[in-house]
């Protein structure tokens, strides 16, 4: 653990409730594991565009549906080690509107969070995604300004990072940012398997995980002592800090 991170937060916004599991449970398992307090807000269910095998049983209804899929991520949350929330929204189509984007400001500054996660800037295939990310850029922008609520604390400049899309060649994503998640990977894995609904992802996300723990390997030196096997990318929006490039 660097420094005291008993304090820190880290917030992740999902469009569906099973994006944070897929995309970023590495992410949420290791800085739990560091200290971190991780905070995951989901902003619909994905009842109807991701549910496609909950729908094919007889009797089904689009209550029952967003009652599995919470069953389901709050079991996931509960194994990665966060806390959890859902706006219920709907999604196909994920709407965008002044209160929701109010809404997520507020979360930003009751967490004030170190670090945000969320949605790539494009998605072809799926326009809540990228909705996602842009109400979540959105809000954070609008948490910052003094002159939203006055008297309010404001937050900071977290870092916005966009997890991996499913065809991240069709949306311009591109990853400058490996993140290890060995140490955590039964913890992430453990959360996949939660995610009974959509079981046909679990083996297609063991393989990002380890194509990218290969890269990750390869960018430290292939002669580093550092046995990296699995890893999740992120592609940053906003300039890193710092006072040394090493």
Not at 29 to 55: D, F, I, N, P, T
Not at 91 to 96: A, G, I, Q, R, V
Request: hydrophobic share 40%; aromatic share 10%; charged share 20%.
């Amino acid at each position: 653990m660097n420094g005291n991170t008993s304090n820190k937060t880290g917030l992740v916004i999902s469009a569906h409730s099973a994006d944070f599991v897929w995309r970023s449970g590495g992410a949420i398992a290791l800085h739990v594991a560091r200290g971190y307090k991780m905070h995951v807000v989901c902003l619909s269910y994905g009842e109807r565009g991701e549910s496609a095998k909950l729908w094919r049983q007889a009797g089904m209804t689009e209550e029952k549906v967003k009652a599995v899929r919470e069953q389901e991520a709050r079991a996931a949350a509960e194994a990665l080690g966060a806390s959890i929330e859902f706006l219920n929204l709907g999604d196909y189509p994920l709407p965008s509107n002044s209160d929701i984007i109010f809404r997520l400001a507020d979360i930003y500054r009751e967490l004030q969070p170190s670090f945000v996660l969320s949605h790539s800037l494009h998605d072809p295939y799926n326009y809540d995604h990228p909705r996602a990310a842009h109400l979540a850029q959105e809000a954070r922008i609008i948490a910052q300004a003094e002159g939203h609520n006055p008297g309010q604390q404001i937050i900071g400049a977290p870092p916005f990072y966009c997890f991996e899309p499913h065809q991240p060649e069709q949306c311009n994503w591109k990853p400058d940012v490996f993140l290890d998640i060995t140490e955590v990977w039964d913890k992430k894995y453990a959360a996949i398997q939660c995610m009974q609904g959509q079981e046909h992802l679990w083996e297609y996300y063991t393989r990002v995980a380890l194509q990218r723990g290969v890269q990750a390997k390869r960018n430290i030196g292939i002669t580093s002592a550092k046995n990296i096997v699995y890893a999740e990318g992120y592609q940053s929006i906003f300039p890193r800090v710092t006072e040394d490039l090493a």
